[in-house]
């Protein structure tokens, strides 16, 4: 999991829908802070991928 900073505006739904994957810094913008989701948090990784309104959230498979 990883967030593009060049397109993250902030918006916070990534931290807001995965706290466990998300957090955000001082500014509000979102970083990752579990790289690599476990199964169990995978359903609310994928909610964030899909509602971040810059689509800066990806996927990388190891
Ligand atoms: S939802 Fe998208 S734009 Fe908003 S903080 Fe998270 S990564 Fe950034």
């Known amino acids: 999991m990883q967030i593009d900073p060049d397109r993250c505006t902030g918006h916070g739904r990534c931290y807001s ?5 998300f ?6 913008y979102g970083f990752v802070r579990m790289p690599e989701v ?5 359903e609310h990784a994928m909610l964030a991928v ?3 309104p810059e689509q800066a959230i990806s996927i990388v498979d190891d």
């Open 17 to 21: 829908l995965a706290p466990d994957v």
């Open 23 to 28: 957090d955000s810094d001082d500014s509000g």
């Open 38 to 42: 476990p199964e169990s948090l995978r």
């Open 50 to 52: 899909q509602n971040c």
